[in-house]
Structure formats: structure tokens, C-alpha cells
T-cell receptor
């Protein structure tokens, strides 16, 4: 399985944008990039995913490098509820039923 | 959005007891369900993948006789921890997805299992 590398932790101020980086230098052409987040004592929550083009949804934006070896999850205005562990995961297009292998993720703290 | 319900959310039981955890997809047909385990301050570890009507596929190092998985319908999967011991205490999380590839998985809120 292709690996991802994320910083262990990041800090942000409330109301400011947050850019969460993810390196995936061994990504293959058919790997999708998924982002999930996990609040304390809860199951993970889907945030966004993409293949090649940048993606936007109501929660966040995903910026994918042209060579696809890295991506950035962008939270446009951080709130206290965005404090969570954010996981960047690669999913092979034809992976056995689409299993996700979680890395350590980035723990985001948001200061008021 | 899609909802996955996991029950119970918390269970405490004595060593040697078997514990069953249910995972239900409430508003979609889950052709594939996954079971994860998470220890404090650690990431999720995939335990097994189950497809409706088939035997579960376990990840390396996960004892299939210890963690029994049943996926009898498109909306329900169960994980039974047999003869549980204190080292089985953990946060167990299920997720579900449809047959459409590269779509998000939907996660339950987890079950905290404490074995005394």
C-alpha cells in the first residue's frame, strides 16, 4: 500500500485558514487521495477526496500537486469544532473493496 | 448524509465473556463493511473486511476465531469478541460503503469495550 506522511501536529487560530499538508511520493496513477477526520471518542468522518483535480465541498478544499506526490487539505476558516486528527489516506482504485489504511494523521488544535 | 449506527456505544464486562457489537447502515446498502480497532493515542488499525454473504477477510495478525464477523445482510454486520480478556479492551469502530468504487466510507461512532 502506498504510504502518506503528515506532520504529527499543527496549531491554528480560530477564524483563520488552515493548510494541512500530506506527502505521498509513491502514489500510483490509480490512487485516490482521501481525507478523513476524527474528533475525540468518535468514529472518523469523511472530509473530501480527489484524484487529480482540485476539489471543493462545503467542509474543505483539496489541492493536489501537479505530480500528485503531495496534497493539501484547506479549511478556509477554522472553528473550535475543527479540532481533530486529520488523516490523509490513499485508496487504490481497484483495491479489494476499497479498504483504507490509516496512518498517524495530523492532530489539529484550534485556539480561540 | 449516509448514517452508520453502531451499538452498543459502551460495554463493560467480565473476563471470559463474549461480546457482540452491531453495525448498521441506516439509509444505504452496504455491500462492504470494515472493522477497526483503536488503542488510546493510536491510529485506527483495520481488523477485517466483510462483504455481504461472504466470509470476512482478516488482516494479518488478527485472530479470526477470536473476532467473529458476520455480514448476513446489506445493512447489518456484527463483530463478536469471543472469550474477551483485558487485553481486548479497546475502541472498536465499523465502517460501511456501497459497491461504487472510490466513494467515501461511512463510519459508526465506535464501541468502547472494557474487560475487567
Amino acid at each position: 500500500d502506498a504510504k502518506t506522511t503528515q506532520p504529527n501536529s499543527m496549531e491554528s487560530n480560530e477564524e483563520e485558514p488552515v493548510h494541512l499538508p500530506c506527502n505521498h511520493s509513491t502514489i500510483s496513477g490509480t490512487d485516490y487521495i482521501h481525507w478523513y477526520r476524527q474528533l475525540p471518542s468518535q468514529g472518523p468522518e469523511y472530509v473530501i477526496h480527489g484524484l487529480t483535480s482540485n476539489v471543493n465541498n462545503r467542509m474543505a478544499s483539496l489541492a493536489i500537486a501537479e505530480d500528485r506526490k503531495s496534497s493539501t487539505l484547506i479549511l478556509h476558516r477554522a472553528t473550535l469544532r475543527d479540532a481533530a486528527v486529520y488523516y490523509c489516506i490513499l485508496e487504490w482504485a481497484y483495491n479489494q473493496g476499497g479498504k483504507l489504511i490509516f496512518g498517524q494523521g495530523t492532530e489539529l488544535s484550534v485556539k480561540p | 448524509g449516509a448514517v452508520v449506527s453502531q451499538h452498543p456505544s459502551w460495554v463493560i464486562c467480565k473476563s471470559g465473556t463474549s461480546v457482540k457489537i452491531e453495525c448498521r447502515s441506516l439509509d444505504f446498502q452496504a455491500t462492504t463493511m470494515f472493522w477497526y480497532r483503536q488503542f488510546p493515542k493510536q491510529s485506527l488499525m483495520l481488523m477485517a473486511t466483510s462483504n455481504e454473504g461472504s466470509k470476512a477477510t482478516y488482516e494479518q495478525g488478527v485472530e479470526k476465531d477470536k473476532f467473529l464477523i458476520n455480514h448476513a445482510s446489506l445493512t447489518l454486520s456484527t463483530l463478536t469478541v469471543t472469550s474477551a480478556h483485558p487485553e481486548d479492551s479497546s475502541f472498536y469502530i465499523c465502517s460501511a460503503r456501497t459497491a461504487v468504487m472510490n466513494q467515501p466510507q461511512h463510519f459508526g461512532d465506535g464501541t468502547r469495550l472494557s474487560i475487567l
